[in-house]
């Protein structure tokens, strides 16, 4: 019996030893091709809300168009930080809405709230700031 399980020790210990080899040269590997190494978790729910997206993240996400970089703000909106308070002589415009909206996996330079921000003020007159609130996932409840 004791020969048995010196041997069973044996055995199992070399397949744990061979398991946790692959498992390192399986990460080495992806590292090696860029691969990022953890997971980017930029949707938290809301018991209210619903999904929203989790505030202060920043890393790069995956899409049809490729790799893009988000950044969600510290109200969990993705767009840049604002004052609580609106500058004088300034329209502020809010986006809800779904992943139109949000445009997460468009260049900055091409979504709907950067665009409009750049071509408001021109029609009119005044700075206007376009926060973006959109959240892909949500309906139009």
Known sequence: MRGFL???????GLVMASLVFCGIALEAGLRAFGYPWREMRFVCYDPIMGNVYCPGVQGP???????????????????RDYPALKPAGT???????????????LDPAERLDKLWEASLPRLLGRRVEVMNFGVQGTGTW
């Open 91 to 105: 329209y502020r415009v809010a986006l809800l809405g779904d992943s139109i909206v949000a445009s997460l996996y």
């Open 6 to 12: 010196a041997r069973a020790a044996v055995a199992s």
């Open 61 to 79: 996400i995956a899409g049809f168009y490729g790799v893009r970089q988000l950044r969600t703000n510290a109200d969990g909106a993705a767009d």
